[in-house]
């Protein structure tokens, strides 16, 4: 029988597993300080940010609570269909609270734009974001992240959470998907 290899679907590993792990660790540090004494609500946004919420909450050593919100503009497609769609709302009042949103990657910027604004009415505290990867040269929307892990380039990236079309989410680490694989 043929076996494929997932590798050739990938033209580069960006980041590595032990990169990632690392930079979690650093930016948990920051979180730690810049929050202490205070409970934060790590809010994850589905499904992309399961990863990376998994371990950057192990990493932070206050008190958090989670909360998921599950939003989608990407559907089976390599470009944000720029219209935010709600698939999961919060179980969580947000007022008064520290909200701590946690992506894996700021592209167009559309999803946080939206999702800020959506948050913007609700009360809280302070609201700040923490994104594992950015796309400086794909913004649409400049988006205000006080947490960033990793800037890179322009390239459609899966893995540690990210998919195309609900695959290679489960890669450890995040690389670059070959084009013979979308186009
Ligand atoms: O800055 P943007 O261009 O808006 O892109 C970023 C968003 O796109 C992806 O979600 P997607 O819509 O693919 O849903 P998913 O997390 O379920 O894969 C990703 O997880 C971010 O939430
Ligand atoms: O580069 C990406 N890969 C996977 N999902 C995404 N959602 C926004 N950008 C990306
Ligand atoms: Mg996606």
């Not at 989608?72 to 470009?79: I, L, M, N, P, V």
């Not at 302070?126 to 950015?134: G, M, N």
Request: net charge negative; glycine share 8%; proline share 2%.
């Amino acid at each position: 029988m043929e076996t494929s290899d997932i590798r050739d679907e990938l033209t580069e590993i960006l980041v590595t597993e032990q990169e990632i792990q690392e930079k979690l660790r650093e930016l948990a540090a920051r979180i730690d300080a810049d929050y202490a004494g205070k409970d934060v609500l790590l809010v994850g946004v589905l499904k992309g940010a399961v990863m990376v919420m998994a371990d950057l909450a192990r990493s932070l050593h206050g008190h958090v609570e989670m909360d998921w919100m599950a939003v989608s503009s990407y559907g089976a497609g390599t470009k944000s269909s720029g219209v935010v769609q709600i698939r999961k709302d919060l179980d969580s009042d947000l007022t008064g609270r520290h909200v701590l949103i946690v992506e894996d990657i700021i592209d167009s910027g559309l999803t946080l734009s939206w999702l800020l604004e959506n948050f913007a009415s609700r009360g809280a505290a302070s609201i700040e974001v923490c994104a594992l990867l950015r796309k400086p040269e794909a913004a649409k929307v400049e988006i205000d992240c006080k947490y960033v892990g990793f800037d890179i380039p322009n390239a459609f990236v899966v893995g540690y959470g990210l998919d195309f079309a609900e695959r290679y989410r489960n890669l450890r680490d995040v690389a670059v998907l070959a084009p013979h694989v979308y186009s």
